[in-house]
């Protein structure tokens, strides 16, 4: 234990493993969090502006403004769905980004042309 911490006044050395992948109820639980807080805090500052202006309608504009804050927080951090690795639906070109060409003769899944 004594190796792992470091003398006094300097910095601590980084781990040599890889930062582990979060799963998918990582991925859920963090994006529900964002939600839900961006709704309770904007829609509570929005409540209180309300109770000290007198007025009726910010908690309703802090509650729309949180949950847009927390869509925007959201994509930015979780950004798209990445495409399923090797490939999906066929583009009909080459390895070297030439298109391919049918086969104009040869047997086919029906028969000979």
Known sequence: MA?????????????????????????????????????IVWGGVGLLLDRWWETRFLALVGTILGLTVAIYLVVVKYGAVPPPPGGGRSTGRTPGGQRSRPRTQGPTQKGQR
């Open 3 to 39: 190796e792992d911490s470091p003398a006094r006044g300097e910095a601590r050395p980084r781990t040599d493993e890889p930062a582990r992948q979060p799963s998918g109820a990582d991925i859920g639980w963090g994006i529900t969090g964002t939600m839900l807080s961006g709704i």
